[in-house]
Nanobody, 124 residues
Framework: VQLQASGGGLVQAGGSLRLSCVAH??????MGWFRQAPGKEREFVAA????????RYADSVKGRFTISKDVAKNTVYLQMDSLKPEDTAVYYC????????????????????WGQGTQVTVSS
C-alpha cells in the first residue's frame, strides 16, 4: 500500500495540528500512526479500523488526539489538540490488513506498510 502523509509543522504548546494520510493503493485497510522522537524507538500513537468503527490510542495521547478515517477517500486523519513539547517527533502513517477478530494492535510489527514521516515540532 502506498501511503502519503502530510500536515506536520511547528506549533506552540497548547496548539493543534491535523495530520492526513491517504492510501493510494486500492483496497480498504486499518490505518494508524506511530511516532519517533530523536534517540527513541518508534511508538504507537493511534489506529482506526478500516470501517472507522473502532479506534485505539496510546495512553499518552488519549483525550488530546483523535483519529478518524474517511472510508470513501481511504484517508486517515490525526487531529492533535493540546499539543505538548513531548509530542515532538516524526509521525509515520501505517496500514495493515484488517482483522476484526483481534483487538487493534499497538505493536509495530503488526503493521505492514509505512508512509514517509512528517515532522511535528511543539515549542514550549
Amino acid at each position: 500500500v502506498q501511503l502519503q502523509a502530510s500536515g506536520g509543522g511547528l506549533v506552540q504548546a497548547g496548539g493543534s495540528l491535523r495530520l492526513s494520510c491517504v492510501a493510494h493503493t486500492a483496497g480498504s485497510y486499518a490505518m494508524g500512526w506511530f511516532r519517533q522522537a530523536p534517540g527513541k524507538e518508534r511508538e504507537f500513537v493511534a489506529a482506526v479500523r478500516r470501517d472507522n468503527r473502532g479506534t485505539r490510542y496510546a495512553d499518552s495521547v488519549k483525550g488530546r488526539f483523535t483519529i478518524s478515517k474517511d472510508v470513501a477517500k481511504n484517508t486517515v486523519y490525526l487531529q492533535m489538540d493540546s499539543l505538548k513539547p513531548e509530542d515532538t517527533a516524526v509521525y509515520y502513517c501505517t496500514s495493515k490488513t484488517e482483522n476484526f477478530n483481534r483487538p487493534i494492535p499497538t505493536n509495530i510489527y503488526d503493521y505492514r506498510d509505512w508512509g514517509q514521516g512528517t515532522q511535528v515540532t511543539v515549542s514550549s
